[in-house]
């Protein structure tokens, strides 16, 4: 190993060495995240299961992401009021319940198509007090300094388990069916919660929090004046807005493709996992990276965007792959990149709210994003679908960096 390789290496991973209460979340999160990647791909595979229908995948997805839509700014609001690892405990705890129900309706044969939508969104409400809470823990278990490196380790981890879970979850469900990939995903969160009750409490960074309770709509407006006077998050959050519109739906976009490219569930979970290689290649190249930037960020943009244009042209599984790891790398590149640069430029006080805006960007048109594609997918073709999100991610960009020139004097 050179000497270079070898301050990247150090550089990488750097969140991880220093600080002990990351690394327990990282472990984890390493176990649990496996588990929940499992889950998302048995839940899009028992819906086809039950319905054969593309438009039910989409609803699948609006009712897994509804919740985001209505109760994000909510869930920012308790995130600035109330202790994130108490909160996270409580978050994790829940979604662990609903997995264990998704494994005993399915196991014993009793889960229908509107009992599948309910745990989705009961599991939905659950998630979306877990982000923001969980995104604004990062910044307590590490700091300012290390805060872009965590973020992107984060990433690289999720991304990680979007390469073993799908692909594991093809196998298992091709074996016992998908009752079993949600049992394993209860059993999983286990892990997650002796890390949470192993932390140390006074090694968390200290953070100011609001004196007073103040009303969601009074406290989304301090959030959105701050966002009005930032050109650089204006620019951000509308990209996000955008691409997540039309471009990050891949519970129903990846589906579709393997259906209509007639794969089975094993070539499916691998197609997925072509998608988390990329996603964990691009995370370690940011993690290496010295921080945030918005140049990095715009080209993730151009590069997703251009990529899922040439996705929609695709009729072979192995190009499929090989365009899919590549859109990883660029995903990884936008995301991380987006949600350091909105926590970064956050204040203590509104870390929260200003994370529940992002997610909201991020997540919270996802209900609307996911019928969008489903519908696209069922008139026309799963091609049509990606050459429209790729359009709209090259538009909003190059919208953004209009407005960033505009704001240099």
Avoid: K
Wanted: aromatic share 8%; charged share 10%; net charge positive.
């Amino acid at each position: 190993m050179t000497a270079l390789e070898a301050a990247l290496d150090l550089r990488t991973f750097r969140s991880l060495r220093r600080h002990r209460n990351y690394r327990l979340f990282f472990a984890g999160q390493v176990v649990s995240l496996a588990g929940t990647w499992m889950q998302n791909v048995a839940l899009v595979w028992l819906v086809l299961e039950l319905s054969g229908s593309p438009l039910a995948v989409g609803a699948l997805v609006f009712c897994r992401f509804l919740p985001f839509t209505l109760l994000v700014l909510v869930a920012g609001a308790a995130a600035d009021r109330f202790d994130t690892r108490r909160l996270v405990i409580a978050t994790q705890a829940s979604q662990m319940a609903v997995s264990v129900l998704l494994a005993a309706v399915t196991l014993t044969g009793t889960a229908s198509l509107p009992l599948v939508f309910v745990l989705a969104a009961v599991g939905g409400v659950t998630l979306v007090f877990d982000a923001p809470g969980r995104q604004a823990l990062t910044f307590q278990l590490v700091g300012r300094r290390e805060l872009p490196n965590a973020v992107a380790l984060n990433s690289g981890l999720f991304n990680a388990s979007r390469v073993v879970g799908p692909a594991v979850a093809g196998v298992v469900i091709a074996a016992g069916g998908t009752g079993i990939c949600f049992a394993v995903n209860a059993v999983s969160f286990l892990a997650v919660l002796a890390a949470l009750a192993l932390m140390r409490e006074n090694e968390l960074v200290p953070v100011e929090r609001p004196e007073e309770t103040t009303g969601v709509l009074v406290g989304a407006q301090e959030a959105l004046r701050f966002v009005a006077g930032d050109p650089d998050l204006r620019g951000v959050l509308g990209v996000v807005t955008a691409v997540s519109l039309a471009g990050f739906n891949f519970h129903v976009l990846v589906p579709l493709l393997a259906a209509e490219l007639e794969l089975d569930s094993r070539s499916f979970g691998l197609l997925s996992a072509a998608f988390g290689a990329g996603a964990l290649i691009g995370a370690l190249a940011v993690a290496s990276m010295r921080g945030a930037s918005r140049r990095a960020f715009a080209a993730g943009t151009v590069g997703f965007s251009a990529l899922l244009l040439a996705l929609g042209w695709v009729g072979s599984p192995t190009v499929a792959a090989v365009l899919l790891v590549a859109i990883g790398v660029c995903f990884t590149l936008l995301t991380a990149n987006a949600n350091a640069l909105v926590q970064l430029r956050a204040p203590d006080h509104l870390r929260g709210r200003l994370i529940s805006l992002y997610l909201l960007a991020f997540l919270g048109l996802a209900p609307l994003g996911g019928l969008l594609s489903g519908w696209l997918a069922d008139r026309w073709s799963a091609g049509l679908a990606f050459g429209v999100a790729g359009a709209v991610g090259l538009a909003s960009i190059g919208v953004a960096t209009r407005t960033w020139r505009a704001a240099v004097p």
